[in-house]
């Protein structure tokens, strides 16, 4: 007779309990970049809505932005970091493959023995890694979970290119996943689009990059970093084509409707796209949107912890409010779904 295999003890209800942020010290304004891509600040706010953005200093590492934003978090949470049963990390600018990120910020932590691992999901990375997250504590695998989305884009970026030069930046978000007595993190629509990669994309693997070094070194020539390449038009047209159709889903999985909602929290990629997504929707005015963007540009997987954050320390939403998250880019891939926003420290 086959063994018995016990199975986890499952939990009904999760929630966000905590949330906290890192943003970088250096405000970058657009005048710092208008000279490189021939440009304005007038352009830069009307094609994207941002006036300024953060870019990192030396010293502030993925690791070092994650795990700030990670004592924020817990703080709020009231947690301490030996309750926490898995790290879940999602960033596309780690320059590194292993060890993951998730990892070694448990480890600054002073997790010991907690499973961690990264995601990458570009712009969406936040939200997959929270319908996972929501998922280890559901599933009794995890008591608590941190989830965290951070980015240093600047690493990327070319400073001559005008399409991508003045939207990225840098910063780390953290929110803490456990249980609840009532549903706080409703079920996740996602989904990608593998045929539409050229749309936003690194334009070399590290392979092509060592092999340039290595010419250059053999040659006297030079060599170029890999960097960030977008095709702005494709994107638009994807997001406010398409995306309508995934908060529509995001909020049905939930049983809740648009006037239901306190606060739209999409990922931060262009203001004219959060607009024509508040537009689809029918958004009353009751419905507080973030534009987080202005002053903190696109940081991908960071953007709606950021965004989130932002909303509840200006006081235009609170905690316990009902916000409907959407994360989407590279991939491109998107992933959203209805939560009550947490507490801040």
């Not at 009307?46 to 030396?58: D, F, K, L, N, V």
């Not at 599933?139 to 070319?158: C, T, W």
Request: net charge negative.
């Amino acid at each position: 007779m086959p063994a018995h295999i016990a199975t986890a003890a499952p939990v009904t209800h999760t929630a966000l309990l905590g949330l906290g942020v890192y943003r970088p010290r250096r405000i970058v304004p657009n005048a710092e970049i208008v000279d490189r891509i021939d440009s304005s600040d007038e352009w830069i706010r009307t094609r994207s809505g941002i006036a300024a953005r953060r870019w990192a200093e030396p010293d502030e590492t993925i690791v070092a932005m994650s795990t700030e934003a990670a004592r924020a978090a817990l703080a709020a949470a009231g947690l301490t970091a030996d309750r926490i049963g898995a790290v879940v990390l999602a960033t596309s600018s780690q320059m590194v493959l292993g060890p993951s990120a998730a990892a070694v910020v448990a480890s600054e932590l002073g997790m010991y023995d907690t499973a961690a691992f990264d995601v990458s999901a570009g712009c969406a990375g936040f939200c997959y890694a929270l319908a996972n997250a929501a998922d280890l504590v559901r599933s009794g695998h995890a008591g608590h979970v941190l989830v965290i989305g951070v980015e240093r884009l600047s690493d990327l970026l070319d400073p001559d290119d005008r399409s991508c030069a003045f939207i990225f930046a840098d910063g780390a978000g953290a929110a803490v996943v456990g249980p609840s007595d009532s549903e706080g993190i409703g079920p996740v629509a996602w989904g990608s689009d593998g045929n539409q990669t050229a749309a936003i994309k690194q334009d070399k693997d590290f392979q092509q990059y060592f092999e340039e070094v290595a010419t250059a070194e053999a040659t006297g020539g030079s060599s170029v970093r890999p960097y960030i390449r977008m095709n702005g038009q494709a994107v638009f047209r994807w997001a406010v084509t398409f995306l309508e159709k995934a908060c529509r889903d995001a909020l049905a999985r939930a049983g809740v409707e648009a006037a239901d909602l306190d606060a739209f929290v999409p990922h931060q990629a262009n203001s004219r796209i959060t607009d024509a997504l508040a537009k689809a929707l029918g958004l009353p005015e009751t419905v507080t949107i973030a534009r987080d963007i202005a002053d903190t540009g696109n940081t991908s997987a960071a953007s709606i912890p950021m965004a989130m954050e932002q909303l509840i320390r200006s006081g235009a939403a609170r905690p316990g409010d009902t916000a409907l998250l959407l994360g989407f880019g590279a991939g491109l891939a998107y992933a959203g779904q209805v939560v009550r926003l947490p507490a801040i420290a």
